[in-house]
Nanobody, 124 residues
Framework: QVQLVESGGGLVQAGGSLRLSCAAS????????MGWFRQAPGKQREFVAG????????LYEDSAKGRFTISRDNAKNTVYLQMNGLKAEDTAVYYC?????????????????WGQGTQVTVSS
């Protein structure tokens, strides 16, 4: 089973960019489909983007389309979330998650493994 560690969060002005990384331990990273979720204060955790095991399939939540890009490098055991055109409403803790089934789930219970999260704050 992999363990996940997110990084790359921080404070950015509206309109700016951040690149989140999620590094996985272990040798079976390519066995997992991956997802990015976020949780703002007082709100439920929500799906942002997902990617299948070898990157052949991706899916985005509507507000992320055209602004965010999910990618993965299985040789580096890492999944990325490039976020451009950030808005104040993107402020949240961002989590990466892994699931053994090679499809993208948009619900929290669809993933078995979670990272600890990284804070993204967008100032307006």
């Amino acid at each position: 089973q992999v363990q996940l560690v997110e990084s790359g969060g921080g404070l950015v002005q509206a309109g700016g960019s951040l690149r989140l990384s999620c590094a996985a331990s272990g040798r079976t990273f390519s066995s997992y489909a991956m997802g990015w979720f976020r949780q703002a204060p007082g709100k439920q955790r929500e799906f942002v983007a997902g990617i299948t095991r070898f990157g052949l399939g991706t899916l985005y939540e509507d507000s992320a389309k055209g602004r965010f890009t999910i990618s993965r490098d299985n040789a580096k055991n890492t999944v990325y979330l490039q976020m451009n055109g950030l808005k104040a409403e993107d402020t949240a803790v961002y989590y990466c998650a892994a699931r053994k089934i090679n499809s993208i789930s948009t619900i929290v219970s669809g993933y078995e493994i979670w990272g600890q999260g990284t804070q993204v704050t967008v100032s307006s």
